[in-house]
């Protein structure tokens, strides 16, 4: 049976490879600012508060129960910067806003929309992802989004890229691993998935950090994945066609990407290096 | 502020209230007997094999993490059934479609595709069920409805009635228990979500356990619940009305309904009936 037949479900990371946490991030804080008369990067800044309440979520769980989601931990890490930027003057609405209604209100990438909705045609689709519950089903509202399940790593008690998140996903939608095709522009998460045996597409989000840190590169010596492509219509029309399936291996699918070479910094190394 | 305005949220209870499970089983233990030329009171089978699978999943949690979920519980309820009643005959095929393939492709009564697609609307509208998160998933696909997310119990570990099961839901929403509407043909059901907090709405289903048994009653003495209508337009069509807004009581609306003294049993009298 060919690799595409096995296939029952697609599960998507969602913030970063369906949302554009960035621009809402850095526009929040940008309205933010100008309503106290501050001008900063607030690229920069929307970066930094994504990378730490990514932090803070990454393998929660593993020790001990959760004691919050990820709207949690957007909260806490924006104090903490705005505490350390000295941008005490940010009163509880703007807290608000840039901590809980932005990401609430992010905007899903140009080609989701109509290639989730290709897709679902042909697989299960759901939403798997650190996020929680509720920012899951106020941006799919916003965005016109259709998941058949919302599989939150808050529900499940344990967040990516714990081996438990993956397997707890896959049982919940009664599949094996390798029925379903984990799809992300994060290399961690897909490399846990791999692990797990799912099958594994990359979709590159060349502008989730912003244009000023632009793509990012495969770290040296990185093993493909089964499906690198650019975009969710892409990946629709690689799954929907007859031809591709004919192809020997699903690794060939890379060559029909844009070219990897010009990408600068692997997520994983993005991660770090703001650390 | 208005009732109506309160309401962020519907929670639906979905096999029974959504799903007519009744029609699917009996339809399954039909083909099932014709294949090997026995027939039998299937409706009465199919009754018994909602009743016992209901019995072993509420409450579950309560005093271990469950070993199993509703689709489990479908299939050694079945297992048991057939071995009361003489029907070794009944091959791993048979068993599989009854137990699995029938409730997985449950038909929705006939007001709910449009009743709920007009209730998202306004409010978010989410599965929150005993049944399984594959089950829902399934049923949602095949009938073309569209939830904006499924809170299955079987994600949370505690099963309805049980307290914790009402509470974690809205949580999960990041909402009161107030902004939340419960809507359900089950008294169990809305009775436990209402001494959360939830409001409350009751669909009347008559035909949930079949036309021979017909409509249920409200037990004696039970207190009516903030709605009582008859579908899923009706509760879309009292939830956009602004007229109807302006009543002093909810439980004026609960006029507009069907005479609710031609029905016979309550559905935890009815479960109770075939213990």
Same mark, same amino acid.
């Given at each position: 049976?060919?690799?595409?037949?096995?296939?029952?479900?697609?599960?998507?990371?969602?913030?970063?490879?369906?949302?554009?946490?960035?621009?809402?991030?850095?526009?929040?804080?940008?309205?933010?600012?100008?309503?106290?008369?501050?001008?900063?990067?607030?690229?920069?800044?929307?970066?930094?508060?994504?990378?730490?309440?990514?932090?803070?979520?990454?393998?929660?769980?593993?020790?001990?129960?959760?004691?919050?989601?990820?709207?949690?931990?957007?909260?806490?890490s924006l104090d903490a910067i705005l505490a350390e930027e000295g941008l005490d003057v940010f009163d509880d609405e703007d807290r608000r806003t840039i901590a809980w209604d932005a990401p609430h209100s992010f905007r899903s990438w140009p080609d989701v929309?109509?290639?989730?909705?290709? *897709?679902?045609?042909?697989?299960?689709?759901?939403?798997?992802?650190?996020?929680?519950?509720?920012?899951?089903?106020?941006?799919?509202?916003?965005?016109?989004?259709?998941?058949?399940?919302?599989?939150?790593?808050?529900?499940?008690?344990?967040?990516?890229?714990?081996?438990?998140?993956?397997?707890?996903?896959?049982?919940?939608?009664?599949?094996?691993?390798?029925?379903?095709?984990m799809v992300a522009c994060h290399r961690f998460d897909l490399d846990a998935a791999r692990n797990l045996g799912f099958r594994t597409a990359l979709i590159n989000r060349p502008d989730e950090w912003g244009k000023a840190i632009g793509p990012q590169k495969?770290?040296?010596?990185?093993?493909?994945?089964?499906?690198?492509?650019?975009?969710?219509?892409?990946?629709?029309?690689?799954?929907?066609?007859?031809?591709?399936?004919?192809?020997?291996?699903?690794?060939?699918?890379?060559?029909?990407?844009?070219? *990897?070479?010009?990408?600068?910094?692997?997520?994983?190394?993005?991660?770090? *290096?703001?650390?």
């Amino acid at each position: 049976m060919s690799f595409k037949k096995r296939i029952k479900a697609l599960t998507f990371d969602t913030g970063g490879t369906v949302l554009d946490w960035h621009t809402g991030f850095r526009d929040a804080f940008e309205t933010a600012g100008r309503r106290h008369g501050i001008n900063r990067d607030w690229a920069v800044l929307a970066n930094e508060l994504r990378r730490r309440s990514m932090q803070a979520m990454l393998n929660l769980g593993r020790d001990a129960p959760p004691s919050y989601n990820f709207d949690g931990a957007h909260q806490f890490s924006l104090d903490a910067i705005l505490a350390e930027e000295g941008l005490d003057v940010f009163d509880d609405e703007d807290r608000r806003t840039i901590a809980w209604d932005a990401p609430h209100s992010f905007r899903s990438w140009p080609d989701v929309r109509d290639g989730l909705a290709r *897709l679902r045609d042909r697989y299960i689709a759901v939403s798997f992802t650190l996020l929680s519950h509720r920012l899951i089903i106020d941006t799919t509202r916003r965005n016109g989004l259709m998941w058949d399940a919302i599989l939150s790593c808050e529900g499940m008690g344990v967040y990516k890229p714990l081996p438990a998140a993956y397997t707890k996903a896959a049982a919940m939608l009664q599949l094996k691993p390798e029925e379903c095709l984990m799809v992300a522009c994060h290399r961690f998460d897909l490399d846990a998935a791999r692990n797990l045996g799912f099958r594994t597409a990359l979709i590159n989000r060349p502008d989730e950090w912003g244009k000023a840190i632009g793509p990012q590169k495969p770290p040296p010596g990185s093993e493909p994945y089964d499906i690198e492509l650019n975009s969710f219509l892409e990946l629709a029309a690689f799954l929907e066609s007859e031809s591709l399936a004919k192809r020997k291996s699903p690794s060939a699918v890379r060559a029909r990407s844009a070219p *990897l070479d010009q990408q600068l910094l692997a997520d994983t190394a993005l991660i770090a *290096l703001y650390a």
